[in-house]
Nanobody, 121 residues
Framework: QVQLIESGGGLVQAGGSLTLSCTDS????????KAWFRQAPGKEREFVAR????????RYSDSATGRFTISRDNAKNTVLLQMNSLNPDDTAVYYCAAGSWSTAAEEYRYWGQGTQVTVSS
């Protein structure tokens, strides 16, 4: 089941930038916290960033802090993840989610299908 649709992933050189976009599918999630997670090969899914329903509060993983920015436009039912200064360690499938204010993937009820981000050295 797909609840959100991600786009914007792709190949980028180290030091480059990408912006990921996620749009609600079938319903809106404007009352929900939205978040980005990522999962690299052989690794657990990890928290990247989250944003409150009104967009007023945001938090980031240590890795994302200073490089990534999460934002949302509820009129467009979208959440964005602006990623700068990418490095190969950022290579992963990135997922957007809607749910509770949490860094734990299991607390998020609704998920996108994922979009691949590959950063070359």
């Amino acid at each position: 089941q797909v609840q959100l649709i991600e786009s914007g992933g792709g190949l980028v050189q180290a030091g480059g930038s990408l912006t990921l976009s996620c749009t609600d599918s079938g319903r809106t999630f404007n009352f929900f916290t939205k978040a980005w997670f990522r999962q690299a090969p052989g690794k657990e899914r990890e928290f990247v960033a989250r944003i409150s329903p009104d967009g007023g509060s945001a938090r980031y993983s240590d890795s994302a802090t200073g490089r990534f920015t999460i934002s949302r436009d509820n009129a467009k039912n979208t959440v964005l993840l602006q990623m700068n200064s990418l490095n190969p360690d950022d290579t992963a499938v990135y997922y957007c989610a809607a749910g509770s204010w949490s860094t734990a993937a299991e607390e998020y009820r609704y998920w996108g299908q994922g979009t691949q981000v590959t950063v070359s050295s």
